[in-house]
């Protein structure tokens, strides 16, 4: 969506008639915060930046010299700026292995002590050093549980040399109970070890491109609206080390971890429509009031499958 909108912009910028008008990501800078508790974590974190757009560039400015502090389950802590020893700021839609940007002027981190509990509400308050304020409240969403497959299940794979890819021969179907409360739940298949004439190829990779019908793509996943199962195939591209050359691998088998992500359905429709610059209009907000933004609270369920190949 970003990129989208700055391609939009730049056309305007040379001249070219869009086919609709330019929004107000080109306002002034707006207070965004981000800030998505992760279930079982003991790490807290908040992101408060300035952000707008000037001739098509996003611009983005911390806002530094705040009094944040998180609560909940009983506990409180007050998050200092720019702490050592934390490795990142705010965690991304995803499972959480991923995080942008790292510490620095404007992330606000602490541990909470006991850890972020699942089911547990969590309360957000921030002074700003012109003497405005922002409030947030989530509730941390139960983790799904997993029903099948099980862990480790062996999937067969039909592998397709024609095109470079190889496409799961029966489509997975993966079943959770999901948590009560309105949350909705997201697979995240992620590729991890490959094995090919006979062992484990150490700096091999595989890419995985998830499909499925009638599902909702956010950031690279597939979530199902209050559901308990979903059917999926992929694809997948596979290359040798680099040192190697890195050229297409057909692969034994690849192991690949799915993750089951709860977010709570103001969250999901946040991250579907805005993603991380949320800078336009006041819908793109989820549990924040005085900024633009989200704080909200994910857990996870993960299990890992591994899809073994066949000829093709």
Same mark, same amino acid.
């Given at each position: 969506?970003?990129?989208?909108?700055?391609?939009?912009?730049?056309?305007?910028?040379?001249?070219?008639?869009?086919?609709? @008008?330019?929004?107000?990501?080109?306002?002034?800078?707006?207070?965004?915060?981000?800030?998505?508790? $992760?279930?079982?974590?003991?790490? +807290?974190?908040?992101?408060?930046?300035?952000?707008?757009?000037?001739?098509?560039?996003?611009?983005?400015? &911390?806002?530094?010299?705040?009094?944040?502090?998180?609560?909940?389950? %009983? +506990?409180?802590?007050?998050?200092?700026?720019?702490?050592?020893?934390? @490795?990142?700021?705010?965690?991304?839609?995803?499972?959480?292995?991923? /995080?942008?940007?790292?510490?620095?002027?404007?992330?606000?981190?602490?541990?909470?002590? %006991?850890?972020?509990? &699942?089911?547990?509400?969590?309360?957000?308050?921030?002074?700003?050093?012109?003497?405005?304020?922002? !409030? %947030? $409240?989530?509730?941390?969403?139960? $983790?799904?549980?997993?029903?099948?497959?099980?862990?480790?299940?062996?999937?067969?794979?039909?592998?397709?040399?024609?095109?470079?890819?190889?496409? +799961?021969?029966?489509?997975?179907?993966?079943?959770?109970?999901?948590?009560?409360?309105?949350?909705?739940?997201?697979? +995240?298949?992620?590729?991890? /070890?490959?094995?090919?004439?006979?062992?484990?190829?150490?700096?091999?990779?595989?890419?995985?491109?998830?499909?499925?019908?009638?599902?909702?793509?956010?950031?690279?996943?597939?979530?199902?609206?209050?559901?308990?199962?979903?059917?999926?195939?992929?694809?997948?591209?596979?290359?040798? &080390?680099?040192?190697?050359?890195?050229?297409?691998?057909? &692969?034994?088998?690849?192991?690949?971890?799915?993750?089951?992500?709860?977010?709570?359905?103001?969250? /999901?429709?946040? /991250?579907?429509?805005?993603?991380?610059?949320?800078?336009?209009?006041?819908?793109?907000?989820?549990?924040?009031?005085?900024?633009? %933004?989200?704080?909200?609270?994910?857990?996870? !369920?993960? $299990?890992?499958?591994?899809?073994?190949?066949?000829? @093709?």
């Amino acid at each position: 969506m970003r990129r989208a909108c700055l391609a939009l912009l730049l056309l305007a910028a040379g001249g070219c008639e869009l086919l609709r @008008p330019p929004t107000d990501i080109d306002a002034e800078p707006r207070l965004q915060l981000h800030s998505v508790l $992760r279930a079982g974590s003991d790490t +807290v974190a908040v992101l408060i930046e300035r952000v707008g757009a000037e001739a098509g560039i996003v611009r983005r400015a &911390p806002v530094s010299g705040a009094r944040v502090s998180i609560a909940g389950g %009983g +506990v409180e802590a007050a998050l200092r700026e720019a702490p050592q020893g934390f @490795p990142s700021c705010a965690l991304r839609f995803d499972a959480g292995e991923l /995080a942008t940007p790292p510490i620095g002027a404007g992330c606000y981190a602490a541990i909470l002590p %006991g850890g972020v509990r &699942p089911g547990e509400s969590y309360s957000l308050a921030v002074e700003l050093p012109d003497g405005g304020s922002i !409030t %947030g $409240r989530t509730v941390v969403p139960e $983790r799904p549980t997993a029903v099948q497959p099980a862990e480790s299940a062996r999937v067969p794979v039909q592998s397709n040399a024609g095109v470079g890819m190889s496409g +799961v021969s029966h489509p997975v179907t993966v079943r959770w109970r999901a948590p009560t409360g309105g949350s909705r739940v997201r697979l +995240v298949p992620t590729p991890g /070890a490959v094995f090919a004439r006979g062992g484990a190829i150490a700096g091999a990779g595989c890419q995985l491109w998830p499909t499925g019908s009638g599902e909702t793509y956010l950031d690279g996943g597939q979530s199902a609206p209050l559901g308990d199962s979903l059917r999926f195939s992929v694809q997948l591209y596979c290359a040798e &080390p680099a040192g190697t050359g890195g050229g297409r691998l057909v &692969p034994d088998s690849v192991e690949v971890r799915l993750d089951l992500v709860a977010v709570d359905s103001a969250y /999901a429709r946040f /991250a579907e429509t805005w993603g991380d610059d949320a800078v336009r209009e006041a819908r793109a907000s989820a549990g924040v009031t005085g900024a633009f %933004g989200v704080f909200a609270g994910h857990s996870l !369920t993960r $299990r890992r499958i591994v899809l073994v190949f066949s000829p @093709p």
